[in-house]
């Protein structure tokens, strides 16, 4: 029997070597499978020419949204004690019901506004709405007459609210006196507007107001129903830009939007000079739109 083992399971060491790398590659080829799986092929992307063609917000707002921008037309601005005024009056002002019925129940629980400021302390009561409000507000002051010894009750005398009816103005033609006298314009701001006004040689559209510096949103809505725009012939023009010559820095300058000016640079670097001014619509994202809105800014 040992002389059959012997025989038969007697290696020589290279035969034992050549055993023991032979086991080695099947293990290795039964166990690296569970530990390698093969990893999908990562496409880069060039993120800065993803935002350079990346399709801007639809210009009409979303139909809740206009709905909410039509209904600020039907705010009127009068000067009004917040210790006085009733419901319809708040609602004329522009504040929303549930804002309406906090002021009335602070009022009702023995609450007195006793300057124009406390207006903020109301809970819902959004920041720009207060600041538009604030000017309006005059709380009349209590007087006592001198009091006799016969009478010793004391009488307040108060000062009826006075109405002051906001007149809409023109943005091309309006001083700045106009601008200040719109809710949430001071003297800044006006100053600010008249100087923008003039480095775009008058505003194309009032929508253009909104880009002044300073100037949310939230104080665009409320200033929007009482601005107006006559057409062109009031606004003063201003020397037209060279498509083909003008630096983004110079389009910034007169209002066009930052990625427009930058996409309009980068396509005359890939393809060459614009030919026409339709041209401007080979950019991918300049659509009809946008291109009557940059359109008085260039010439060839």
């Known amino acids: 029997m040992k002389k059959w083992l012997n025989e038969y399971l007697r290696f020589t060491r290279k035969e034992r070597m050549g055993i023991f790398i032979l086991l080695a590659i099947i293990i290795a080829f039964l166990w690296l499978p569970q530990y390698y799986r093969a990893k999908p092929d990562l496409v880069k992307i060039d993120t800065a020419l993803l935002k350079l063609f990346q399709v801007p917000a639809m210009v009409n707002p979303k139909p809740m949204e206009a709905a909410n921008s039509a209904s600020m037309y039907n705010i009127h601005y009068f000067y009004f004690d917040p210790n006085t005024i009733g419901e319809k009056d708040w609602q004329a002002l522009g504040l929303k019901e549930k804002t309406i019925q906090t002021l009335l129940n602070y009022r009702s629980k023995g609450g007195r506004f006793k300057v124009a400021e406390d207006l903020r302390k109301i809970w819902g009561l959004q920041k720009a709405t207060a600041d538009a409000l604030i000017p309006y507000i005059r709380i009349p002051r209590t007087e006592a007459p001198a009091l006799h010894s016969s009478n010793a009750n004391r009488y307040i005398h108060t000062v009826p609210a006075l109405q002051k009816t ?44 909104q880009k002044t510096y300073g100037i949310k949103d939230s104080v665009f809505q409320i200033l929007r129903p009482f601005l107006r725009f006559s057409g062109t012939e009031t606004a003063v023009k201003s020397e037209k830009l060279n498509l083909n010559l003008a630096s983004a820095k110079a389009m910034k300058a007169v209002g066009v939007r930052s990625d427009i000016a930058e996409a309009i640079v980068n396509y005359r670097k890939e393809y060459g000079p614009f030919l026409e001014l339709g041209d401007l619509k080979k950019i991918v994202f300049i659509n009809e739109t946008i291109f009557n809105e940059i359109l008085p800014f260039f010439k060839l």
């Open 166 to 209: 906001i007149s809409p103005i023109d943005i091309n033609t309006a001083t700045a006196k106009d601008w200040e006298q719109l809710p949430g314009i001071g003297p800044v701001l006006a100053a600010r507007i008249i100087k923008f006004r003039e480095k775009l040689g008058g505003f194309a559209d009032i929508d253009q107001v």
